[in-house]
């Protein structure tokens, strides 16, 4: 059975830090894109960050409004994803999502069940 | 970027019902356009990849269509699980964007 489960979610100050996590199973986690995505509170959702597999050499993309306070890391032995969010701001404040990338055809299949951050003094 | 503008924002429908929404891309997409379900809660669920590819297990009342910039996401008969919140998301290009969503309620 695919399954995810995500960690790391907490209140956290502005210009705090934090790092998200996700693990992986039932399938072969080594193939597959990994993107994040969040959703403020009563809000739509907003892609923000992809981490492509070894054989496109471990690369990322970042939405704008977090490039270069993001960033992603994978550890393929472990199955696992993270994302270090760095200089936090209140509009961070969302639930956050892990999800697996179909390989080709694109389209996101597999799910974390979201962690939520709240940044707030 | 290319912007998703979706329509209705919200539709008020009875089991039984079929419900459209569309999906407006700033640019054309090719076959990149997804659609997926979201519940109170809950992660979004993948219905429909490649614009009218349904997801394994997605029930066959869902479908999808169009080509370019125009995207249809149909019911044909909706179901009481089926109330729920709708987004597009275009693949083609980076940043990934998702349209606005649509809420499809209970009349």
């Known amino acids: 059975e695919v399954q995810v489960v995500e960690s790391g979610g907490d209140l956290v100050q502005p210009r705090g830090s934090l790092t998200l996590s996700c693990i992986f199973s039932g399938f072969t986690f080594s193939d597959h894109y990994i993107d994040w995505v969040r959703q403020a509170p009563g809000k739509g959702l907003e892609w923000i960050g992809r981490m492509r597999n070894k054989a496109n050499s471990f690369t990322t993309e970042f939405a704008a409004s977090v490039r270069g306070r993001f960033t992603i890391t994978r550890d393929d032995s472990r199955n696992s994803v993270n994302l270090h969010m760095n200089d936090l701001e209140t509009e961070d404040t969302a639930v956050y999502y892990c999800a697996r990338v179909r390989p080709r055809t694109d389209g996101m299949d597999v799910w974390g069940q979201g962690t939520t951050v709240t940044v707030s003094s | 970027d290319i912007q998703m503008t979706q329509s209705p924002s919200s539709v008020s429908a009875s089991v039984g019902d079929r419900v459209t929404i569309s999906c407006r891309a700033s640019?054309?997409?090719?076959?990149?356009l997804a659609w997926y379900q979201q519940k109170p809660g809950k992660p979004p669920k993948l219905l429909i990849y490649s614009v009218s590819t349904l997801q394994s297990g997605v029930p066959s009342r869902f479908s999808g269509s169009g080509s370019g910039t125009d995207f249809t996401l149909t019911v044909s008969s909706l179901q009481p699980e089926d109330f729920a919140t709708y987004y597009c998301q275009q693949t083609l290009t980076y940043p990934l964007t998702f349209g606005g969503g649509t809420k499809v309620e209970i009349k």
């Open positions: 640019q054309g997409l090719d076959n990149w």
